[in-house]
């Protein structure tokens, strides 16, 4: 008599639908989480004065190549995170976006201040490891 396996792939569609389950999971903990390292980031406030039009100014701007500093919380109140594209099984793409509306947030990111990558570079291991957690 011969020794053998039987696969019976009557049970994928289910298998599919729990493996979406943990990386839709695991990819929202993971974008959470570089959320809150981006917010965490540009968090430093500065010291501020009123001018005499009564508008907010900051008195130590950051430098190139610094994360940008605090005067309105404005940035830092604009940054979001949502998640994108489908079932991983069907499209092969889930996607976690962090995002900002603030519309002087593109210049400071791609003029000399990125908050956004750099925040995700700098973290990418940590980011990495919530995505095993979140997908458990």
Known sequence: MA??????????????????????????????EANNFIVKAVS??????????GALTGLDPSR??????????????SIGWKLQGG???????IKGRVTTN?????YLEYGGRSFMRRGVKENLLKIGHAFIKGAH
Request: glycine fraction near 10%.
């Open 44 to 53: 430093r406030a500065q010291p501020t004065r009123r001018t005499s039009g």
């Open 3 to 32: 020794t053998g396996v039987r696969i019976d792939l009557s049970k994928l569609p289910q298998v599919m639908k729990k493996i979406d389950v943990r990386m839709n999971a695991g990819m929202a903990a993971a974008t959470l």
């Open 64 to 77: 190139p190549g610094e994360y940008p500093k605090v005067v309105t919380r404005r940035l830092m109140q």
């Open 87 to 93: 079932e991983f099984g069907a499209s092969g793409t």
């Open 102 to 106: 603030a519309k002087y947030a593109k």
